[in-house]
């Protein structure tokens, strides 16, 4: 039995969750998210909690049960908060730049490589070396950075490319250490 499906979760204050026809919609200060639940599982809101329960004892709900749970979670957690996810460039010449509604790489390419920011995030540009996106919906900022991250992934042995803020990559040694 999944723990994470049985955990009730608290809804903040000035966040208001609806469910209507297996669609649960959570609208917050930052924003609205909704997302589609799986016929089988009920979301039950009561004053200050929410609660998702299976109707029926399915392989398929048991797996959908917990990851339904978490993403509620996600989205109360996003129109209250907010996620955010910073990123680094490290090399010579390598830097970020946004250009109204793009983001444009120079990550040692003949080219540079632009990519359009999705609506509903914004890109702050820290430095030249480092980017914050920030949004509320988990997935699509998680989903972006992948792919910013995807544009020149980090190399084990100078640690050249794009990394998260909190990423260690394990550094390699060269040739030289084998004599």
Do not use: C, W
């Amino acid at each position: 039995m999944s723990r994470i499906g049985n955990r009730i979760i608290t809804i903040p204050a000035g966040v208001t969750v609806e469910v209507n026809d297996n669609v649960v919609t959570v609208k917050g200060p930052k924003g609205e998210l909704s997302q589609k639940i799986v016929n089988g599982l009920n979301v039950k809101v009561e004053e200050g909690s929410l609660k998702v329960e299976k109707t029926e004892d399915k392989k398929e709900l048991e797996a959908m049960f917990g990851t339904t749970n978490a993403l509620i979670k996600n989205m109360i957690k996003g129109v209250s908060e907010g996620y955010e996810k910073g990123l680094e460039i490290i090399g010579v010449g390598y830097r970020f730049q946004v250009r109204g509604t793009t983001l444009v790489v120079s990550a040692g390419y003949s080219h540079n490589v632009e990519l359009a920011i999705p609506s509903g995030l914004t890109v702050e540009t820290v430095s030249n070396n480092e980017i914050t996106i920030k949004g509320i919906s988990k997935e699509l900022v998680g989903e972006f950075a992948a792919k910013v991250r995807k544009v020149r992934k980090p190399e084990p042995y100078k640690g050249k490319g794009i990394r998260y803020k909190d990423e260690f990559i394990r550094r390699k040694e060269g040739k030289k250490a084998s004599k």
